[in-house]
């Protein structure tokens, strides 16, 4: 089994429903996600569009990179400019990507499913292809 760690800056909206889908739709692959900064909460929209998806599960949380940084990941993935600037050393040498989406904290329901399809449609391919896991 391969795992990608998607990193955020708050972990709250865009790392977590990454987590999420890929864990959903990458067989193969298991999903991590982490805050630079986190915020100790997941927003209840990105909560609500991941049940409606049938991805949501009750062990997704915001969490701190003291978490999740001891994993050996094959792959970390940023999904903010923040957490790409921010994005801390890891014990081991690890491949890093960045896809950046803008984030919908703050926003109505609709800028999450619109994350939410971008990162199906962008994000997944990006790294079945990086972790060389078939479609």
Not at 59 to 69: A, G, N, P, R, W
Not at 71 to 77: A, G, K, N, P, S
Not at 111 to 126: D, G, N, V, W
């Amino acid at each position: 089994m391969k795992k990608v760690l998607i990193l955020c800056t708050g972990n709250s909206c865009r790392s977590i429903m990454a987590e999420a889908l890929v864990n959903k739709y990458c067989e193969g692959i298991q999903a991590y996600s982490g805050g630079v900064k986190a915020s100790g909460k997941v927003n209840p929209y990105a909560v609500e569009v991941l049940k409606k998806e049938g991805a949501w599960k009750s062990e997704y949380h915001s969490k701190v990179l003291d978490e999740v940084i001891n994993l050996d990941f094959d792959l970390i993935v940023t999904v903010c400019d923040n957490a790409k600037e921010n994005c801390p050393m890891f014990p081991k040498k690890v491949k890093t990507h960045h896809v950046g989406f803008s984030d919908p904290d703050g926003e109505g329901i609709e800028a999450f499913r619109k994350t939410l399809e971008l990162i199906k449609k962008e994000l997944l391919p990006i790294i079945k292809e990086e972790l060389h896991v078939a479609s």
